[in-house]
């Protein structure tokens, strides 16, 4: 993997060191917002309030929310609605491990560290917690952004990433892939929908909580896009390469179950490689904003660095 000049080197290390408090200052941010939003839930059967507590509240190094806050904070965004726009990014990107983890999917018994939700609560519950989960994100934006149209807008957008143009599509190309010949064009189809969406959605979302006009949207749009497909390619890498301890989830699985991945196609150091490139395309996009672009600068390069 190339690796960037000693005084580039400095930098990034500093980026790195920005990193740990971002992410942090992420999670808490957004666990107090999704405590208060559950704990303002009526009526909901006790069991499945549980399951999906269960999985919200099992880590999660809160990516996309401190995207929420990164993008939103260039256009001075008011808290009362980034923090529904986080919490809404964390409620669906839960849904999705929810169910990537079941039985009729990835199968997997670990997750974030701790056995898998429906290990727990069983298939059906996981299945419900998942549901549940998804629907209350958009309770959460319709309820908690301030203004009507911001939340329509945000909803929109959240849609999009999410269903058949976008994470669910991706994932349905991923679950039918395992049967094909890994080819290029299959991989980035995968990668593009499967992650890179909801990561694009995660800073159009803050961006929109700043009301800053189009060409800012698809600037950090277009960040969260190549952000996306490095994060992506370092998990393909990650999955090869790294323990099941420090990613808290089983790996080698994508060999195992003949996933599309550029590793299948071209190595670690090739798939590492090209992560790179996709952060170096994700610093262009948002370069016009300087100094106030270093929290995004220090998450880019968290996502290709990172052993977790
Ligand atoms: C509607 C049945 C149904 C499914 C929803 C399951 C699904 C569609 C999509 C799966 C999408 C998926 C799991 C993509 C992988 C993205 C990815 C790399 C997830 C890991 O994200 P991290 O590392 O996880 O941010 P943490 O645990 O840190 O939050």
Redesign the pocket.
């Known amino acids: 993997m190339t690796r960037p000049s000693t005084d580039q080197s400095e930098t990034s290390l500093q980026r790195l060191d920005l990193v740990q408090p971002l992410l942090l200052d992420s999670a808490r941010r957004t666990e107090q917002a999704l405590r208060k939003y559950m704990g303002d839930l009526a009526q909901v059967p006790p069991q499945l309030l549980e399951a999906m507590q269960y999985s919200l509240f099992?880590?999660?190094?809160?990516?996309?929310p401190a995207l929420v806050f990164a993008c939103g904070s260039l256009f001075d965004a008011p808290e009362v609605d980034m923090l529904p726009a986080a919490a809404a990014m964390?409620c669906v990107?839960?849904?999705?491990?929810?169910?990537?983890d079941?039985p009729?999917?990835?199968d997997d018994d670990l997750?974030?560290g701790v056995p898998t939700n429906h290990k727990v609560f069983g298939e059906a519950m996981a299945?419900l917690a998942?549901?549940a989960l998804?629907s209350l994100a958009f309770q959460i934006l319709t309820e908690r952004v301030g203004e009507a149209m911001v939340a329509a807008a945000m909803v929109r957008e959240l849609a999009t990433a999410?269903g058949p143009v976008g994470?669910?599509g991706?994932?349905v190309a991923?679950i039918l892939g395992e049967t094909e010949e890994p080819t290029p064009a299959k991989v980035r189809y995968i990668h593009e929908r499967?992650?890179a969406a909801?990561l694009a959605a995660s800073c159009r979302l803050g961006g929109l909580s700043g009301r800053t006009g189009q060409d800012d949207i698809r600037a950090v749009g277009e960040y969260g896009y190549h952000l996306g497909l490095a994060?992506?390619l370092a998990?393909d890498a990650l999955d090869a390469t790294a323990t099941a301890e420090q990613?808290?989830?089983r790996t080698g699985k994508d060999t195992r179950a003949g996933k599309q991945t550029m590793v299948r196609l071209a190595g670690v150091e090739a798939t590492l490689q090209a992560a790179d490139d996709h952060v170096q395309r994700a610093l262009g996009a948002v370069d016009r904003y300087g100094e106030a672009a270093a929290p995004l600068k220090a998450l880019a390069e968290f996502v290709v660095r990172r052993s977790?």
């Open positions: 099992a880590g999660g190094k809160r990516v996309r964390e990107h839960t849904f999705s491990l929810i169910h990537d079941l009729a999917m990835d997750r974030r299945i998942g549901d998804l999410t994470m669910i991706g994932q991923d499967k992650t909801l994060f992506q998990d990613l808290g989830k977790c």
